[in-house]
């Protein structure tokens, strides 16, 4: 409590009003410096300010919706001609591979590219597709006969491989108890001979 009494009889009057003065000096120089600070931006001599608000209810001329990002067009408003020339070309491209797998069929893509490439007829279409499933039954025999074969042999290494890790096993156990065996019998020695001495 006595530093306070001594801080505030060493306080001179003087100090605090010239603190005052100065304090009320910088709030009025920035509060009254200049008024247009949050005032409108200052228009172009002739132009209007812009006070004109989106009204929700009015028509304004917008975009119209289409279907792309934001529910807009995707494509440049300049580029129209460009993007109905391409929906027209792939419209053609679509319609023509319709009418190709209509007229030739497919039965693989082998045989398309054959069909397309000499326009073959019915009745060799469907001696082809009979070819093909008659090739494709025959590997699908041959690979279960080469699957059971790789298995078969797969289960013979297996079991000499069990045989020979039980030899080595065997041999290991036999090994660790004799050294085990030793090693009780050198410390029976050592609890014996310290017993003596």
């Known amino acids: ?20 003065l100065a304090g009320v000096f910088l709030l ?10 949050a005032a409108q931006p200052s228009q172009p001599a002739g ?6 608000r989106y009204d929700p209810t009015k028509s304004y001329p917008l975009n119209p919706p289409q279907g792309g990002m934001n529910n807009f067009s995707d494509v ?3 580029a129209r001609a460009e993007e109905k020339a391409a929906e027209a070309k792939a ?5 023509m591979a319709k009418r190709n797998v209509e007229q ?9 590219v054959r069909n397309y490439r000499q326009g073959t007829p019915l009745g060799e279409r469907v001696k082809n597709l009979g070819e093909d499933v008659g090739s494709s039954a025959e590997e699908v025999r041959e690979g279960v006969a080469k699957g059971t074969q ?12 069990a045989a020979e890790d039980l ?3 065997v041999q290991r156990g036999a090994t660790d108890t004799g050294k085990s065996i030793q090693r009780q019998a050198e410390d029976t020695a050592d609890a014996v001979n310290r017993t003596i001495r």
């Open 1 to 20: 409590m006595k530093r306070v009494i001594d801080w505030l009889k060493n306080l001179r009057p003087l100090k605090v009003f010239t603190a005052f």
């Open 28 to 37: 009025t120089a920035q509060a009254c410096n200049r008024p247009g600070i």
């Open 47 to 52: 132009q209007a300010p812009n006070i004109e």
């Open 76 to 78: 440049d408003p300049r």
């Open 91 to 95: 419209k053609a491209l679509r319609d």
């Open 104 to 112: 030739k069929g497919v039965d693989s893509t082998e045989q398309y």
């Open 150 to 161: 790789r298995g078969l042999e797969n289960i013979r290494e297996n079991t000499q491989n």
């Open 167 to 169: 030899v080595k096993n």
